[in-house]
């Protein structure tokens, strides 16, 4: 049972535009929400995370947001760069157990 | 500051046989968790250590097992390894001690594959 889904595989981008990826949840308990970037060949990056007592975190060029009510959160980056192509992934865990994650939307910014 | 390693980068076994993955967590991080991902999937939960104990299991059979040393560094033991092990295990440390919420930091992981 897939509790963190992320339903787009992939997302192209041009550079300078916004990137939205989306993530959507079925566990009400899930507290604590993070997005991670993964290059090939190498360990999956944290990015950003976000509790559920806010609604939006901040971070330069990354900002997530979260919608409890619709299980639902989303990474926008702005501007787009080339080197932020990669795969992300969003996870999430409820009071400090384990991490679920998302299958992945591999991001190409296109220069 | 190290980050978070794991040996060997690539293993090659045979159906039946044993594995052990290693993992040494970032500076300053106490608590190792193990995951696994297949191809074109996400990293699933194996099971985290802390102080050297079990302190959460996923979905996963008694095949896989681990252990903890003093040093906070980890193993990963699959026995009677089969053709759907194959994947990436990624070992991500943190710190538990202060709780609350507290990102993982991962290590880029062992690739096996099972012939």
């Known amino acids: 049972d897939q509790q963190v889904k992320q339903n787009s595989p992939s997302l192209s981008v041009q550079e300078g535009r916004i990137s939205i990826l989306n993530c959507d949840y079925t566990n009400s308990m899930f507290d604590y929400f993070l997005w991670y970037k993964k290059y090939p060949a190498e360990g999956p990056t944290f990015l950003i995370s976000i509790s559920s007592i806010k609604d939006k975190n901040e971070d330069g060029r990354f900002t997530v947001f979260l919608n409890k009510s619709a299980k639902h959160l989303s990474l926008h980056i702005v501007p787009s760069q080339p080197g932020d192509s990669a795969v992300y992934f969003c996870a999430a865990s409820a009071e400090g157990n384990q991490f679920y994650f998302g299958t992945g939307t591999s991001l190409t910014v296109i220069p | 500051d190290a980050g978070v390693t794991q040996s060997p980068t690539h293993l090659i076994k045979t159906r039946g046989q044993q594995v052990t993955l290693r993992c040494s967590p970032k500076?300053?991080?106490?608590?190792v968790s193990w995951y696994q991902q297949a191809l074109g999937q996400g990293p699933q939960f194996i099971f985290q250590?802390?102080?050297?104990?079990?302190?959460q299991r996923g979905n996963f059979p008694d095949r896989f097992s681990g252990h903890q040393f003093p040093n906070y560094s980890s193993e990963l033991n699959v026995n009677a390894l089969l053709l759907g092990d194959s994947a990436l295990y990624l070992c991500?440390?943190?710190?538990?001690?202060?709780?609350?919420?507290?990102?993982?930091?991962f290590g880029d992981g062992t690739r096996l594959s099972i012939l």
């Open positions: 991500a440390s943190s710190q538990l001690a202060g709780a609350g919420w507290q990102p993982q930091h």
């Open positions: 250590y802390y102080e050297e104990e079990e302190r």
């Open positions: 500076s300053g991080h106490d608590t």
